[in-house]
């Protein structure tokens, strides 16, 4: 039982160059988001999926694009990278229960230069 | 709109001394609080809800609904307390978590 896995764990992309940060999660949540962590900020919601086939934007959705074909999945695209872009990305998984619990990877450490 | 203040960017104690990470928040239903808790080096963790009253590593909150206030207390810190803190708000049918801007709180020897 894994719980949240992302992957890469560390990326260097150079300004434009597109690449998708992926998260799996074998914990049958229906629930699905993605955060950015930048110092001062704490983290803020890029995006979120409440069930396969269904996306929402979250407080900084920009620049970023998401999709969710399977319940295990939720991919994080970026397009055409940008330096504002560099953060630590994290992926966190939850049941449709109120109250419970949200389960997060371990991070992706970009670098956009 | 939603929000989640933590007004502390760091917090500095001795250990054995009380601790408080204050965090305030604005959201007009019935919210759901959690605190989160990131070790060194190690993934975000839930360290308590609000809707669990319950105490976690010695750590309380109270949800103050009047004050829209959920604060973080320990009565003796802990060298092992040393982290990052993160207060958090879901709502929307539970669908959405939204967090604050974190304190860290270092314990001193």
């Known amino acids: 039982n894994a719980g949240v896995t992302q992957t890469p764990k560390f990326q260097v992309l150079k300004t434009g160059q597109s690449m998708t940060l992926q998260c799996a999660q074998d914990?049958?949540?229906?629930?699905m988001s993605w955060y950015r962590q930048d110092p001062g900020m704490g983290l803020r919601l890029i995006h979120y999926?409440?069930?396969?086939?269904?996306?929402d934007q979250g407080e900084v959705p920009n620049g970023y694009n998401v999709s969710r074909s399977t319940t295990e999945d939720f991919p994080l695209r970026l397009l055409s990278a940008a330096p504002s872009q560099t953060s630590v990305y994290f992926c966190a998984t939850r049941s449709r229960s109120m109250n419970t619990e949200a389960f997060f990877g371990q991070g992706t450490r970009l670098t956009v230069v | 709109a939603q929000r989640v203040t933590q007004p502390e960017k760091l917090l500095s104690v001795f250990k054995g001394a009380p601790v408080e990470l204050k965090c305030n928040y604005s959201y007009s239903g019935s919210p759901e609080l959690f605190w989160y808790v990131q070790y060194s080096r190690q993934r975000l963790q839930l360290l308590l809800r609000h809707i669990s009253r319950e105490s976690i590593k010695g750590f309380t909150a109270d949800l103050n609904k009047g004050e829209t206030s959920f604060h973080l207390k320990k009565p003796f810190a802990q060298e092992e307390d040393s982290a990052m803190y993160y207060c958090?708000?879901?709502?929307?049918?539970?669908?959405?978590?939204?967090f604050g801007s974190g304190t860290r709180l270092s314990i001193r020897p």
């Open positions: 999926s409440v069930g396969a086939g269904i996306t």
């Open positions: 914990m049958n949540h229906e629930y």
């Open positions: 958090a708000l879901g709502y929307s049918s539970a669908s959405k978590i939204i």
